[in-house]
Nanobody, 124 residues
Framework: QVQLVESGGGLVQPGGSLRLACAAS????????LGWFREAPGKAREGVSCIESGGTDTWYADSVKGRFSISRVHANNTIYLQMNRLEPEDTAIYYC?????????????????WGQGTQVTVSS
């Protein structure tokens, strides 16, 4: 059974930083991309970032480029999203997601697998 468990959300002031983590389990991950989506109240869900199975190829939404960084540790099947210079517009529920390819982050249906989500709130 696929499991994606997020952690690291919370409340932070504008300009601050947070690091999200996602522990993945339940299937062979070496051929799967892992990444993040977010959903804010009243807004469509948005693909944030993705890292391919090899751990080197990455993708970022334009809205987070230069501020967010994704990384992957194969030894413990965990990915991280380092979020710097956070803005109130980054406030959302962040979901860890997985699919065979990062191309799914651009597709209408999105990735096949989703975690439960973790709340990130950026406010003074």
């Amino acid at each position: 059974q696929v499991q994606l468990v997020e952690s690291g959300g919370g409340l932070v002031q504008p300009g601050g930083s947070l690091r999200l983590a996602c522990a993945a389990s339940g299937w062979p991950l070496e051929h799967y991309a892992l990444g993040w989506f977010r959903e804010a109240p009243g807004k469509a869900r948005e693909g944030v970032s993705c890292i391919e199975s090899g751990g080197t190829d990455t993708w970022y939404a334009d809205s987070v480029k230069g501020r967010f960084s994704i990384s992957r540790v194969h030894a413990n099947n965990t990915i991280y999203l380092q979020m710097n210079r956070l803005e109130p517009e980054d406030t959302a529920i962040y979901y860890c997601t997985s699919d065979p390819s990062c191309a799914s982050w651009h597709a209408p249906l999105g990735p096949d697998y989703w975690g439960q989500g973790t709340q990130v709130t950026v406010s003074s």
